[in-house]
């Protein structure tokens, strides 16, 4: 968990290792979602469906024989709990 304080003005810095783990330099964008009452900040992009894309190239991905096999074993967990 890192802190920050907010000033009067309603400003907060953001801490040095949150810059550099989202890649944040002075006069990037950044973008807040409002969930409850909680925030969600993340860096503003330029193609959202790009970005996308690089996110799904670096996720390991399943051939469908893994997820049903997957299914299969979690199923034989769940008629163990009944």
Do not use: D, G, Q
């Given at each position: 968990m890192i802190e920050a304080t907010?000033?009067?003005k309603g400003q907060v810095t953001i801490?040095?290792?949150v810059r550099d783990a989202l890649n944040l330099e002075a006069g990037?964008?950044?973008i807040f979602i409002l969930e409850r009452k909680e925030a969600i900040m993340l860096p503003k992009v330029k193609?959202?469906?790009q970005?996308?894309?690089k996110l799904r190239n670096e996720l390991p991905l399943f051939s469908e024989k893994e997820i049903n096999e997957m299914i299969k074993e979690n199923r034989k967990g769940w008629n163990k709990a009944e």
């Open positions: 907010i000033t009067s801490p040095k290792a990037k964008e950044v193609n959202p469906m970005e996308l894309i």
